[in-house]
């Protein structure tokens, strides 16, 4: 066993950290320190993209020959781990991290064509069209339908929890296509721009005041048949394929250490009881220890992953579970524990100074914006893409209970 | 031993169970919440037609003479409402620091009858929520100084500031809330009700109390307020619980009621035993308070503290369960378990986080 990196492997952090420097301008990073959502908000998110694209990396995971940057496990790794400890916005996952990977495995040949060099540009904006108002955990429960007409489906329904439906154009959508038999086998999957007449986007406001989520109503919609990924009735097979993405996909690290890294901060600006620094109190230092401790273990779970798949190995569905489970609770126990040091500022609502387009000074430091409203926010990491409940069920499962 | 509440206190709590319930109804608050944050004509009607801001206050003051244990049942009630007026604040806290000051009459009998709205000044960022480390100065009649997180502050009438005077003594001053030199930043708390931070730049006040006069009434009153704030958190908690068990009864997934599934029932198992011990803490505060435990003298502190990090840490357990045994819908704006949620966020740490009070607790046994 041995972890030191390969000459290679430093060559590239160095060419990953200077790019950072380069392009992750002041303003850009201004703009990613007042975002709280689990996204950055869609123009950030574009601008962001669209900087990456230019540079051939926007598509960490997806091989060269679909305009992937082609990198080893252990470049994703880095490349992941340099961008959250840099702090650049979270681009929404669902077209390059979930709905790509789902084409390039079960699209057809006309459908990679025209979607993947979309995807990478930025020109389509998805999001994701499983939950509905009544399946969440149990998604194959789902009851939107589509009917085949002719070259078209018509869907009737609708979605929930739609992630930045009011920001994008094209959503992906599980569908009931066979009502009969096993809930699970008359599932299909299918692509719809969000124009389409019959298709109403209706925002969802966020207990912190954010509006990032929807509900998409579905009224005759007619969709192209063309747009159908892989069989009918193939759509949970592919569910389950990109659900392995959703939980597992990349490397939390990165992410996870800044938090920590911004919560050591904040505990060093902000006074204690006793007016001497909060990190002078040991007894909020070791709060803060445990943490850090578990954020190893995190890490290295995903290193030992990352080197199993560098190995061959495919994603094992435990391990994705595993690791979904513990940074979803590891984002929420960093963003209480950061809160609770700044103070009375955390009780402060700040959404009037969050966002690109705040102009609102934040009530106490620049380091008291977020916390808050990420706590509020973490509440829905340990909700979406299968709750805690879900993961364990899922965990439980592959020790053969 | 006798832990039944009188009938007063009984009728006391039905009474109010009615009203608030009506008054809080969730549109009309949410209305509410998004106009003003608080609401004069409930404010007016929670002193007058309730009387409740009489209750702990002395007969010879025009009070009720009631002791904690009416705070509590009244304190149970605001939390099970979700309230948004400034009760805890700017009646139990105010009035405690209030109580045994003379020459305060008129500003008493305001506060009483909800004619004047006190808002108590006591913390500042550099001191988290240690009241006795105060940087406010107090010299030639005038206050220098900035207090944060002043819940009301955007409409009381007056404001009970700590500062220090020449001989670094501390003291409790009343300032008019239109005085010179008086400035607010206004802003909403998490849970949406209006507070402020105020800066005071020769701000002209009155002296209420000096030196240890001043330092036994913050803690008292202070003790008081953490009491009623257990209280507060029983009657929040209580809710939260009610909500999931109907809400997991009703939500069917994978054929049947999420209720049937057994981790969900122990965490909601796990949820009413977190609320009975606190139900347990809430009383022993109160009981303390009232000087009714049996115990000793330093009794009322510890036993206010420790129910104090206990609550709190109840409150994080119980109302991140509720919003997680609700899925996507407890994360929205749009259901009461969400704003539940952030009340019990702001109860968590406003007057001292679980882990401060631990500490008092830590120091008094040193």
């Known amino acids: 066993m041995d972890m ?41 998110a ?77 020109e389509h904006y998805w999001c994701q069209g499983f939950s509905e108002p009544g399946s969440g955990s149990d998604l194959a429960s789902l009851r939107t339908r589509a009917v085949r007409d002719g070259d078209h489906y018509v869907v009737n329904g609708s979605k929930i929890w739609t992630t930045h439906a009011h920001e994008a154009n094209w959503i992906f959508l599980l569908v009931r296509t066979r009502a009969e038999g096993p809930k699970q086998a008359g599932i299909s999957f299918l692509l719809a721009p969000l124009d389409l007449p019959g298709i109403t986007v209706t925002p969802i406001l966020s207990m912190s005041g954010e509006h990032e989520v929807n509900q998409v109503f579905l009224d005759n919609v007619r969709v192209p048949a063309e747009y159908l990924v892989g069989e009918e009735n193939q759509g949970w097979e592919i569910a ?21 890294a911004r919560l050591k901060q904040v505990a060093k600006e902000q006074p204690g009881e006793d007016g001497a620094p909060l990190w002078d109190d040991p007894r909020f230092r070791e709060r803060v220890m445990r943490l850090e401790t578990e954020v190893m273990a995190i890490d290295w779970t995903e290193r030992r992953q990352i080197a199993s798949l560098a190995a061959g190995a495919v994603t094992n569905g435990a391990t994705a579970s595993i690791l ?78 | 031993m006798d832990f039944q509440l009188s009938e007063e206190q009984v009728l006391l709590r039905e009474a109010l169970a009615g009203t608030l319930a009506r008054l809080y109804a969730f549109d009309d608050r949410k209305a509410a919440l998004e106009a003003e944050g608080w609401r004069r004509d409930v404010w007016t009607m929670l002193a007058g037609e309730l009387g409740l801001f009489a209750a702990a206050e002395r007969e010879e003051h025009g009070g009720l003479g009631g002791g904690a244990v009416d705070v509590m049942v009244i304190a149970e009630e605001m939390g099970r409402a979700n309230a948004l007026e400034p009760w805890l604040e700017c009646v139990v806290l105010a009035g405690g620091l209030l109580r045994d000051v003379v020459d305060v009459d008129e500003v008493r009998a305001g506060m009483i009858d909800g004619s004047l709205i006190v808002a108590p000044a006591l913390f500042e960022r550099a001191a988290r929520s240690n009241p006795h480390r105060i940087a406010c100065r107090f010299h030639d009649g005038a206050l220098n100084g900035e207090k944060t997180a002043v819940v009301a502050a955007p409409f009381a009438s007056h404001l009970i500031v700590s500062a220090r005077d020449g001989a670094s003594e501390a003291g409790l001053y009343l300032v008019e809330a239109t005085a010179n030199g008086l400035e607010r930043r206004d802003y909403r708390l998490v849970d949406g009700r209006p507070a402020a931070d105020v800066t005071f730049t020769d701000t002209p006040a009155k002296a209420l109390q000096i030196g240890a006069g001043a330092r036994t009434a913050i803690d008292r009153a202070l003790d008081a307020a953490l009491a009623a704030q257990c209280a507060e958190a029983i009657g929040v908690m209580t809710v939260l619980l009610d909500r999931t068990v109907a809400y997991t009864k009703q939500r069917e997934q994978f054929g049947r009621p999420i209720a049937t599934f057994q981790v969900l029932q122990h965490r909601m198992a796990d ?90 607790m830590a120091d008094l046994d040193a």
């Open chain 1, 4 to 44: 030191t990196p390969t000459a290679d492997d430093l060559a590239f952090e160095s060419e990953v950290r200077a790019f950072l420097a380069e392009k992750f301008t002041p303003d850009l990073r201004e703009g990613a320190a007042r975002q709280a959502g689990v996204f950055a908000e869609g123009e950030l």
């Open chain 1, 46 to 122: 574009r601008t962001w993209h669209r900087i990456l694209h230019e540079k051939g990396w926007i598509a960490p995971t997806w091989p060269r020959e679909h305009g992937g940057p082609g990198w080893t496990p252990m470049q994703r790794y880095i490349y992941e781990r340099e961008c959250g400890l840099a702090g650049t916005p979270s681009l929404p996952a669902m077209g390059i991290a979930l709905c790509g990977p789902v084409i390039m495995a079960f699209g057809s040949e006309a459908q990679k064509a025209f979607f993947l060099p979309k995807m990478l540009s930025g």
């Open chain 1, 240 to 260: 389950k394929y990109l659900l392995t993405f959703e939980r597992g996909g990349g490397s939390s690290a990165g992410r996870l250490n800044a938090q920590l």
């Open chain 1, 324 to 401: 979904k489970l513990s940074v979803s609770e590891m984002l929420q126990k960093l963003a209480q524990l950061t809160s609770e040091a700044l103070g009375s500022d955390a009780l402060a609502d700040q959404r009037h100074a969050l966002g690109l387009h705040a102009n609102e000074a934040p009530i106490g430091g620049a380091y008291a914006l977020t916390p808050t409203a990420r706590y509020l926010n973490t509440r829905a990491a340990t909700i979406f893409g299968g709750s805690s409940e879900i993961q364990r069920g899922i965990i439980a499962k592959s020790l053969g209970l």
């Open chain 2, 271 to 360: 949820t009413a035993v977190a609320i009975e011990r606190s139900r347990s803490m809430a009383v022993m505060a109160a009981l303390a308070i009232d000087g009714a435990t049996g115990g000793n003298g330093q009794d009322r502190t510890r036993s206010v503290a420790a129910a104090k990090a206990y609550v709190a840490d109840a409150l994080r357990l119980v109302a991140e369960g509720a919003v997680q045994l609700h899925g996507g819908i407890g994360t929205t704006d749009e259901i009461d378990v969400s704003h539940y949620f952030k009340r019990a966020f702001v109860l968590q740490q406003q007057f001292g986080t679980a882990q401060y009070h631990l500490a008092r």
